[in-house]
């Protein structure tokens, strides 16, 4: 993997240490790629944290994937099938990747859950020591955008 890459890959992992939800991570670390500045790449993706407002459905930092595979090859025309056909495969060969690295997609999985957090549980969690020591969360931010990373460098080595 070119330098560039892996300096986005720690970049990723910086954001995730400065407070940054999952999916923020990720995508910011990637989003000056596809013209999107630092601020709305983490406005855009500030819901996603927590497995979906904090919800612990489906892994923010995964969703930073689907995110960014939409920027890098996302359809742009409404009747365009081939597309977004094509789209959805390089998100479930990227998502795929990531279940196979990490056993699952879940948040609640992931931390160990028994499942999704009831609605009205919307406080975020406090970044202790405790908290970053605990949490898988920052394996799994690195996860992501190393899957990403590759299917990059894969992609435009051709």
């Known amino acids: 993997m070119n330098k ?41 993706s500030a819901g996603f944290g927590g497995g979906v407002g904090r919800l612990r459905m489906m892994c923010g930092a995964v969703s930073g994937l689907v995110l960014l595979t939409g920027l890098d090859c996302g359809q742009t025309e409404g009747s365009d099938r081939e597309g977004k056909s094509a789209c959805y495969k390089v998100v479930q060969e990227l998502l795929a ?27 975020a ?18 996860s992501a955008a190393r899957i990403f990373a590759r299917y990059l460098d894969s992609k435009y080595s051709k």
């Open 125 to 142: 969690s406090e970044r202790t020591k405790e908290y970053y020591r605990t949490r898988p969360c920052a394996a799994k931010v690195e």
């Open 97 to 123: 990747q990531s279940k196979e690295d990490n056993g699952s997609l879940i948040c609640a999985e992931l931390l160990g859950l028994k499942g999704p957090v009831p609605m009205g549980h919307y406080e």
């Open 4 to 44: 560039d890459l892996e300096q986005r890959v720690n970049q990723a992992v910086d954001n995730f240490m400065q407070g940054y939800g999952c999916c923020q991570s990720v995508v910011a670390a990637f989003a000056d790629l596809y013209g999107l500045d630092d601020t709305m790449a983490k406005r855009v």
